[in-house]
């Protein structure tokens, strides 16, 4: 099923990124575009995942370089019957964590320092179990061909004042309307398939841990700081906020086209209300989680 979505995403972005060219440059721009787009989701599907930790500048780290994390990591790894996937860390005081990867066995997670340092381990555990249930649901996959299209997507509305010359098809005021309604047509994309799909990763991955309250606790922790914190790298990058656990864009007026997670609110309270059904505690659910 999710194949299938991601092939009619791929082939949405696709139309969109096509009738942007075809505005701009007529039957050559939609030409132009057609080959490029088919390029870009060949691209899209073999390196995104590599391209997004590369944006964010992520080190991948070991055992021996970051090992409570990394142990973490390929604790929940086995609790989900997953291929252990490749760790690493980014460089931001926000705390913040994504997962991506065409499939289980060429997954990765990534979390920020900030994520590290502020959150306890019990809460590192339930945001990593968060993502790993991204990796089982295979989610990833659409979630990193979304970043690299509609981020393509984007930049071409963004360049339309350099191709806007006589033999475009449009008027000033079309290029206007294209720059201010392709982004955002790549946005609403984005908030179809994100939503739904973070419901569904805090409650596996509730299950992954088995501790919904960890995960309750550090999205609340993670909201309040995201919130006071800026994220240069994101706000460069905003067609990958959807990947993230908790949105990283605040900081620019524009950041509110990108808004793809659901209320934290209604996070925390499905998470506390999976606890009270399992019998579960804030008291007692406070030791070590392995």
């Known amino acids: 099923m999710n194949m299938i979505r991601t092939a009619m995403l791929m082939a949405t972005m696709t139309a969109l990124f096509v009738g942007i060219g075809f505005l701009l440059g007529g039957p050559v721009g939609l030409g132009i575009a057609l080959l490029f787009a088919c390029g870009l989701n060949f691209f899209a599907y073999w390196n995104s995942d590599k391209m997004v930790l590369r944006m964010y500048g992520a080190t991948e780290v070991d055992e021996a370089s970051s090992p409570e994390y990394y142990r973490t990591v390929r604790q929940l790894a086995q609790n989900a019957d997953l291929p252990m996937p490749k760790v690493y860390v980014i460089d931001s005081a926000q705390p913040n964590a ?143 906020a959807h990947m993230f656990i908790i949105n990283p864009l605040h900081a620019r007026a524009m950041d509110r086209l990108f808004s793809t997670h659901p209320n934290t609110e209604d996070r925390i309270v499905r998470l506390q209300q999976m606890a009270a059904d399992a019998g579960q505690s804030p008291s007692s659910d406070k030791g070590p989680w392995t």
């Open 98 to 240: 994504f997962a991506t990867g065409r499939n289980p066995a060429n997954a990765a997670v990534a979390a920020s320092t900030g994520l590290l340092k502020q959150l306890t381990p019990q809460e590192v555990a339930g945001v990593m179990a968060h993502e790993l249930a991204h990796v089982k649901n295979r989610d990833t996959l659409t979630m990193t061909i979304t970043a690299t299209l509609a981020g393509a997507i984007s930049m071409l509305a963004n360049f339309a004042f350099f191709f806007r010359g006589q033999r475009s098809a449009m008027s000033i005021f079309g290029v206007l309307a294209m720059m201010i309604f392709a982004p955002m047509a790549a946005g609403l994309v984005q908030m179809a398939i994100s939503r739904t799909r973070e419901f569904a990763a805090d409650r596996m991955g509730a299950e992954i841990s088995g501790h919904p309250l960890w995960l309750a606790s550090a999205l609340a922790k993670i909201s309040d700081s995201a919130s006071q914190i800026d994220y240069e790298a994101a706000e460069r990058h905003p067609a990958t």
